[in-house]
Structure formats: structure tokens, C-alpha cells
């Protein structure tokens, strides 16, 4: 292989950690699942996945440009931003009080990896410029190179999610019902703050 892929497998690499290891509501969501399940990371990366292909896809395409438009940056704001105050109210009350062995989300890890994703309006626009930007690069080599891309910038998402949730559920015992409520309360906020953010500066940049 020449220098010039590797230097393209490297960058996706870095670029493609950067983003997913960044705290935000993927990780409090991570973290809030990984509790009760330790794949629940595997599941939403693929349910971020499910959400990324087809914008990838459609930047590959050409269609880079429509991620930016204001309208769709403001029904995306609104909507997944309403999305994650209802999530988070919901971890808030679900873990209220210590976790027993029947506790559970009312949301799959799956479904919580798609809310998260397609309800970021920072989302849409990181592909329409970064993204953009790393497409092109994997554009020189064809078909196989955006394959491989994807394949890299998926593997990063999925191997992080799930290293964080194993580690979240094989260090559980160590939680004390007290550190319980405060690490859960903090993902509740996080994703109420989020949701009040994706709601509100997508007008504000309008």
C-alpha cells in the first residue's frame, strides 16, 4: 500500500476517535446503559451506524451541502432535542433510587444510539464539513476506500462504546447506592442540557 493510504487510514483513525471519544449524551447514554447491560455499547454503535451509513452516503453523493440548510438543522434541534429531555427525565426517575436487578430503561441501547445520533444537529453539520473533508480523502481510492472508511470510522464508534460499557459494567460493584445517584443524575443532566442546547442554538445560529 502507498504512503498516501496509509496517511489516509491514519487520519480516519484519529479523526474518527477524536469525535466518539468527546463526553456528550452518546457517552452519558453509554454509560446510563452499560449498567445493566455490558453490550449495550455494541448496540449503540450500531444504532449510530444505522443513522451515519446513509449521511455518508449522501456526502459521498454529493449532498453534503442539504446537511446545512437552517430548516433541517432547526427540525432536527427541535425534535432530538426533545428527545433527550424525555430520555434524560426518564434515566432521572428510572434510577431515582439504587438499582436492584430489575431495573431497567425503557428504551433499547439500539434506539438510544439512533435518538442520539439523528437527533444532533452538530451531527449533520460535523459531516457536512469535516466529514467532508475525510470523504474526499477516502474518495482518491475509489469505491474501496470509502468502504474502508466506513468500515474504520464505524469500528471506532462501536469498539469505544463498548469499552466504555463493559468497563461501566464490570466496575459496578464498586458503585455505592450514593455514587449511583450522582453518576446517574449527571447523565440525566447531561442529556437535558444537551436537549435544551440542540433546541435553542440552532435558531440562535439561523
Known amino acids: 500500500m502507498t504512503q498516501a493510504f496509509w496517511l489516509f487510514i491514519i487520519s480516519t483513525v484519529g479523526v474518527s476517535l477524536s469525535g466518539v471519544m468527546l ?3 452518546l457517552t452519558a447514554a453509554t454509560i446510563a446503559s ?4 455490558k453490550n449495550a455499547g455494541l448496540m449503540i454503535g450500531i444504532g449510530h451506524g444505522i443513522i451515519e451509513v ?3 452516503a449522501l456526502v459521498y453523493f454529493g449532498f453534503a451541502e442539504y446537511l446545512s440548510i437552517p430548516i433541517v438543522k432547526q427540525v432536527t ?3 432530538g432535542g426533545l428527545l433527550l429531555i424525555v430520555m ?3 434515566i432521572f426517575f428510572t434510577f431515582k433510587k439504587p438499582i436492584d436487578g430489575t431495573t431497567r430503561l425503557s428504551y433499547s441501547p439500539l434506539v438510544t444510539g439512533m435518538v442520539m445520533t439523528g437527533g444532533n444537529p452538530y451531527f449533520l453539520l460535523w459531516w457536512a464539513t469535516v466529514g467532508v473533508a475525510l470523504i474526499t480523502s477516502a474518495a482518491v481510492f475509489g469505491l474501496f476506500g470509502l468502504l ?3 468500515v474504520l470510522h464505524l469500528a471506532c464508534d462501536i469498539g469505544w462504546d463498548q469499552f466504555l460499557s463493559v468497563t461501566v459494567f464490570k466496575t459496578k460493584h464498586l458503585w455505592t447506592p450514593g455514587v449511583q ?3 446517574f443524575s449527571i447523565c440525566a ?3 437535558i442540557v444537551f436537549g435544551v442546547y440542540f433546541g435553542v442554538s440552532v435558531f440562535m445560529a439561523a
Open 77 to 79: 434541534g427541535v425534535a
Open 23 to 25: 463526553p456528550g449524551p
Open 54 to 56: 446513509p449521511i455518508i
Open 148 to 150: 474502508v472508511f466506513v
Open 181 to 183: 445517584k450522582v453518576v
Open 189 to 191: 443532566l447531561v442529556f
Open 88 to 90: 434524560g427525565l426518564l
Open 34 to 37: 452499560g449498567y445493566r447491560d
